[in-house]
């Protein structure tokens, strides 16, 4: 989740070094295959339970779930 101290920064270095920041789901694919992108910014009140929230709602929308790119 792009929250905590370093909130979505801390996350795009994650992805930036390892080409999956972790996701299961990345692992297997070619980090040239995909693009980042900002889709909402949240709040300095926002919190954790808001982030996923968006998160959710947002892996809802482009059915990254459905297409293999997310597991949870």
């Known amino acids: 989740?792009?929250?905590?101290?370093?909130g979505f920064w801390q996350r795009w270095l994650e992805y930036k070094q390892t080409g999956h920041g972790g996701n299961v789901a990345l692992k297997s694919r070619d980090p040239s295959d995909y693009q980042v992108s900002v889709l909402e910014v949240a709040g300095t009140a926002a919190t954790d339970a808001d982030i996923a929230a968006m998160e959710t709602r947002w892996k809802l929308k482009l059915q990254s779930r459905d297409m293999g790119l997310n597991r949870n």
Request: glycine share 16%; charged share 0%.
């Open 1 to 6: 989740m792009a929250a905590g101290q370093f």
